[in-house]
């Protein structure tokens, strides 16, 4: 019963932390730490460190590099010489290098052999590579890059799967402070062409194919053509997964690996740029984003340490390609010393369930996947719990679109109920989270637990007033170290500008609605560039896809709202339906009645068509805007970059609904 006192109380947690558990959290002994040597508050847990974290912005991260012993091989002047976004100048003077801190734990004797990656592919038996060997193997193929050349600014490419060859490639760039960037083996050339020209690579690791869905798909062609379209390529290496000879011209993998030689990591500038990431290049080019080694390794340190919980005990597993920016991130568990889990394949072979046998043969204690993967879990009867066996997996964290309440439930419900489910939302521009995991504090059902540390996450209403309870746009008002430092090919930083700046000039505007509950956590709705707008009352279509993919007869959906020449507004919803279910007048009436329901009466879609698929980007996010634009009338080749598609004759339907409009 609600007293008077409080109409409105706060809903029970999904779950709670015990007091061991909040006590063991690194998170907890940082913040002791650094009150003691920082002036951190003492008292008021998390939301207490929060508020000093983004009041004491400066201190803080001074903290975080003192805490996990960053080795600056020359001093920094000041923490923050410039807050200016874009363009905040961190750490100025100091020079370090990020290959040397991810490999750190190999020169523990205790750790030396144990293993630093644990690759698993679809046989599913896992195979290990120590810390000493991969510091063996970085070390050789470091002495290699540079006997071809390369040097501090040069660029290489990978376009492999997420195999040790890569991490070790990423690793190698790394120490000779080369500019690393990748795709994986399954993007087209011209999808990969669109990214690797744009920052002309020196040098390319390439694989003659790869093992998805039990079938080996042969790039041989793809590589030749990529060979052909990049001519600043000094070298390309080959590397024969599928057990191919090296072709003409290329050098092999083994053979630049077989050295025994120490690295050799090169200090270079705190802002020198670490790695490419690409946006998903849906309407034009990819955006080619530069985030820099110093400012990577603080995000990422703070990220995986403090509010991921990971150390050297740890088995970190999330289910990524090469393509996407959380194969970096997971690369990067290696600087806290954590084994990192790598699987090669399709997270649904030979069953749905297959990821959730992964992480029981690997040990995993931290399971990242998509929410795509839970909602497909939940809908093919997956039951975790009762066919493999958890007990090591401590948190599964979920990112690529906001995680519905069903999920939570479900991950509560099939995994363990004492889990800690961590949905986290951030993004390739920043290469990390804005809001997510905390391991101390309890969880919603369709909430992310809150604001990162060092991060001043606000929602703002279109006059740019902060807003909490209620829908406002997800921006930051203060910098993170790992913001891009530029773009590629973007000499005046306009593009970059206009990106994240253009509605609140200098404050990053990141294209989500999301509400900052009045308990401190955060919701997302979707992207505020495809909101549904429908008599004034705005709201995002990952509330619409929340509710309809509810109904088993959905395999998934697709919602556009789209304003109309003549004042109107036409809100279709298109539905991919599960096998064996029929679109007719009772699941038309089902779906309305939900939405109506369950959300919101304004927003009942005007009509329910029935599609062959949803088309995604490479990286597996519905694409929404370029079908919005198809539907407003723009021709195909106008609307969407082909190449960053997964399906493009799928949007042909989507086209010829609108030529049937007129």
Known sequence: MTSAANPDPQPAPLWQPDSERIAAARITRFQAWAAERYGAPAEGGYPALHRWSVEELDTFWQAVADWFDIRFSSPYETVLADRTMPGAQWFPGATLNYAEHALRAAEDPRRADAPALLHVDETHEPVATSWSELRRQVGSLAAELRALGVRPGDRVSGYLPNVPQAVTALLASAAVGAVWTSCAPDFGARSVLDRFQQVEPVVLFTVDGYRYGGKEHDRTDVVAELRRELPTLRAVVHIPLLGTPAPEGTLDWAALTAGDTEPVFEQVPFDHPLWVLYSSGTTGLPKAIVQSQGGILLEHFKQLGLHCDLGPEDRFFWYTSTGWMMWNFLVSGLLTGTTVILYDGSPGHPDTGAQWGVAERTGATLFGTSAAYVMACRKAGVHPARDVDLSRVKGVATTGSPLPPDGFRWLHDEVREDLWIASVSGGTDVCSCFAGAVPTLPVHIGELQAPCLGTDLQAWDAQGRPVVGEVGELVVTNPMPSMPIRFWNDPDGSRYRDSYFDMFPGVWRHGDWITLTDHGSVIIHGRSDSTLNRQGVRMGSADIYEVVERLPEIRESLVIGL?????????????????????????????????????????????????????????????EVPVKRLLQGAALDKAVNPGSVDDLELLRFYEDIARKRG
């Open 563 to 623: 304003e109309e020449p003549d004042g109107g507004y036409w809100m279709p919803l298109f539905i991919h339906l599960a096998e064996g279910a029929v679109l007719d007048d009772a699941l038309r009436t089902k779906i309305k009645q939900a939405i109506r329901e369950q959300l919101s009466p304004r927003h009942v879609p005007d009509e329910i068509i029935e599609a062959p698929g949803v088309p995604h980007t490479l990286t597996g996010k519905r694409i």
